[in-house]
C-alpha cells in the first residue's frame, strides 16, 4: 500500500484484516457519538518491527500477536502487582502463510513437537519481526512497551537480579504410544551456591488451549547449585500416566515455577507439544476412469501397548464416496490393521480420497492421497 497518510518510508506491507472484531465508541463531535464495528489495521510491517506502535492503525494489538512478551505478576497484601516473571520468546514463532505455487515444495517435518507439511508452508516470521532474542528484536519491544504501554512504562527499566538461568527442553517428534522426560536446565551464573525450590507439571490441554487434566506434578526443594554448575532435573512421564487423560489432539502443556531462596528470583514457563499419531497410509491407483471400479488399501499398525476398542473407519471422497462410516473390529498392541475398500468415480478431475480411524483408546489417525479421474470411454 502506498499510505499517504504517514510520514515517508511506511508504506508497502501492511497487516490487516477486515473481519469485524470489537465494538468501540467512535466520537464524532461534541453532541454525536456512534457504536461503530471496528476491524484491524492496516498497520506498515515496517513500523512492527520496530515497535513503532503509536502509528496507525491498531499497532499495540498487532505488535502483541506476533511479538509480545509474557509478563507473571504476583498481587502484594496491600493491592500492588509485583512483576514475577518475563517470559521473552513465547508469542510470534513461525507466522506462517501458504507456500506460492511457483516455489519448491519441501517435505514433512515437525517443529517443536507440531507436525507440519512443508510443502504447503512458508515461514514468513522475519517479515514481521527481527529474530527472536536480537538486539533489533529487544530494542523493538521496549519501544513498543514505551509508546504503547500507560501503566508499564518502566516494566523493563526495574532492575533484574536474575543469576540462575531455567531452561525448560522443547520437546520433538515424541509419538503417541512412548514413554517421555521432562527435563528443566539449570544454570548458576554467580560466584555463589544458589538453593532453589519450585515444581514441574504436566498437563493435558484442549485444543482451545484450556487445560483438560492433570498428568503430573513433581514438586523440587532445596536443590543446591554450586557457583557456575549446570544441572538437569527430570520428570518421567510414561504412556499410563497420560493415555486416558488426552484430548483429540494430544496436546500437553508443560510449566515449571521456582524460586531461588537467596535472591528470591523467580522463573515460571510454559511450552506446548503434541504427540505424533500414527499415519493411516493409503495405496490407491494414480489414476481412475468414471464408472470404472477400482481399490485402495489402507493400513497403520496401533503405537499403543493396549488393544483398541469401539473402533470406527471413516471414508470420504468428493466426486468418488459419500461420506460412510464403517464399524471394526479391535485391533491388538502394536498389532497393523489392514483393509480394503471399492471406489467408483462419478465424476473426472483431480479427486481427494480421505480416511480417519477412530478408537477409544485414539482418536483422528487419517491419511488421504490424490488421485486423478479421467472421462470414461
Known amino acids: 500500500m502506498d499510505r499517504r497518510d504517514l510520514p515517508k518510508g511506511y508504506g508497502g506491507w501492511q497487516a490487516l ?13 461534541q453532541k454525536d457519538v456512534i457504536l461503530s464495528m471496528f476491524c484491524c489495521g492496516p498497520f506498515p510491517l515496517t513500523a512492527l518491527k520496530k515497535g513503532e506502535v503509536n502509528i496507525p492503525y491498531d499497532g499495540s494489538f ?3 500477536e506476533v511479538n509480545a512478551d509474557l509478563v507473571r505478576w504476583v498481587m502484594q497484601s496491600d493491592g500492588s502487582l509485583k512483576k514475577k516473571a518475563i517470559e521473552k520468546d513465547g508469542v510470534g ?7 506460492p505455487v511457483c516455489r519448491p515444495k519441501r517435505t514433512y517435518t515437525y517443529r517443536e ?22 538486539h533489533l528484536e529487544r530494542k523493538s519491544v521496549k519501544n513498543a512497551n514505551r509508546k504503547g504501554s500507560n501503566s508499564c512504562k518502566d516494566l523493563y527499566d526495574q532492575p533484574e537480579n536474575e543469576d540462575v538461568e531455567f531452561d525448560l527442553k522443547e520437546k520433538e517428534f515424541i509419538m503417541y504410544g512412548q514413554d517421555f522426560e521432562v527435563l528443566l ?25 484450556q487445560m483438560h487434566k492433570k498428568v503430573k506434578k513433581q514438586p523440587f526443594t532445596n536443590v543446591e547449585i554450586k557457583p557456575g554448575e549446570s544441572i538437569t532435573l527430570r520428570v518421567p512421564v510414561t504412556v499410563d500416566d497420560y493415555m486416558d487423560k488426552l484430548a483429540e489432539q494430544c496436546e500437553f502443556d508443560l510449566c515449571e515455577l521456582f524460586t531461588v531462596k537467596e535472591t ?3 522463573s515460571v ?8 499419531k500414527p499415519e493411516l497410509t493409503l495405496k490407491a491407483p494414480a489414476e481412475g476412469e468414471v464408472g470404472k471400479t477400482f481399490k485402495v488399501e489402507v493400513s497403520f499398525t496401533n503405537p499403543l501397548p493396549v488393544s483398541l476398542s469401539c473402533c470406527e473407519l471413516s471414508i470420504e471422497g468428493p466426486g468418488l464416496q459419500k461420506p460412510i462410516v464403517y464399524k471394526k473390529r479391535n485391533v491388538g498392541s502394536h498389532a497393523t490393521y489392514t483393509d480394503q475398500f471399492e471406489f467408483t468415480p462419478a465424476k473426472k478431475g483431480n479427486r481427494e480420497i480421505i480416511v480417519s480411524f477412530n478408537a477409544k483408546e485414539i482418536e483422528m489417525v487419517e491419511g488421504s492421497c490424490e488421485m486423478l479421474v479421467k472421462p470414461g470411454q
Not at 513437537?113 to 536480537?134: A, N
Request: with cysteine; net charge positive.
Open 17 to 29: 484484516d477486515a473481519t469485524p472484531q470489537e465494538f468501540r465508541y467512535r466520537l464524532y463531535s
Open 62 to 64: 498487532i505488535f502483541a
Open 93 to 99: 514463532k513461525f507466522i506462517s502463510t501458504k507456500l
Open 113 to 134: 513437537g507440531f507436525p507440519c507439511w512443508e510443502g504447503d508452508w512458508e515461514d514468513m516470521t522475519l517479515e514481521y519481526k527481527h529474530e527472536e532474542g536480537s
Open 185 to 209: 536446565q539449570i544454570k548458576n551464573k554467580s560466584k555463589s551456591l544458589r538453593t532453589v525450590d519450585g515444581c514441574i507439571n504436566v498437563n493435558t490441554n484442549m485444543y482451545t488451549g
Open 264 to 266: 528470591r528470583q523467580t
Open 269 to 276: 514457563k510454559n511450552i506446548n507439544f503434541r504427540l505424533v
